[in-house]
């Protein structure tokens, strides 16, 4: 049955070998905050298998982009990736297990670090899910650091957590994830409900 599991989830994700510290520094500053988590159900394959796919709640920091798009990551454990009694105990209770948990399980696909991937010149319903995929479970470092850090605005209006600045908080973790591949999952139409995510640019006067 766990064979059948893996590959309902290489359907459902996409990958690349590149890694977040590879990716370019990002040209602009900005963020968006979630108030709650955001996230979809599917159910795949002959046996309907459950998954369900999302964000926690937090602040999530531009960090890097590509040609297309803007990379936004979360602080700790932000990406929802469930399978089977996992989905449901996370419906009826919002009990998310533990990285380590679910990494085992769901053959290393477990979601974790990662965040949501905007393109630069379509509608954000265009957007991506982005998580990085380990071989190595020890490698994810920074998936115990909470999940989706919530914010709090500071004084000059840059968002903190902790009264500290997310960009720095967050930039200094990227380096951790040079060996973990970034994982991309497509939305389906209307999956999620992205009205909810309102992208803040810092104005230059306040980048630090």
């Known amino acids: 049955m766990r064979v059948v599991l893996f590959y ?38 002959l046996l309907e298998y459950k998954w369900l796919f999302g964000l926690r709640s937090g602040t999530y ?11 936004y ?41 990662g965040g949501l991937w905007v393109p630069k010149n379509g509608p954000l319903e265009k957007a991506k899910i982005f998580w990085v995929l380990y071989t190595d479970m020890d490698d994810a470092v920074t998936v115990g650091m909470g999940a989706g850090a919530a914010s709090s605005g500071g004084a000059s209006g840059v968002p903190t957590v902790d009264g500290m600045v997310v960009g720095i908080v967050v930039t200094s973790v990227i380096s951790s994830m040079a060996n973990g591949a970034l994982q991309f999952i497509e939305l389906p139409d209307q999956s999620l409900d992205l009205q909810k995510i309102n992208i803040v640019d810092t104005p230059a006067s306040l980048k630090t």
Do not use: M, W
């Not at 977040?20 to 996230?39: C, G, I, P």
């Not at 920091?61 to 990379?71: F, N, Q």
């Open 8 to 45: 309902i989830l290489l359907t459902l994700v996409s990958g690349c070998s590149s890694t977040l510290s590879n990716l370019k520094t990002s040209s602009k500053q900005s963020h968006f905050t979630l108030q709650e988590d955001l996230y979809y159900t599917e159910t795949r394959g």
């Open 61 to 71: 920091s531009l960090v890097a982009e590509d040609d297309d798009g803007y990379y």
């Open 73 to 113: 990551i979360g602080i700790g454990d932000t990406v929802l990736i469930l399978s089977e009694e996992r989905v449901e105990a996370y419906l009826e209770s919002g009990e998310v297990p533990s990285y380590a948990k679910r990494y085992g399980p769901q053959f290393s696909s477990a979601g974790g670090e």
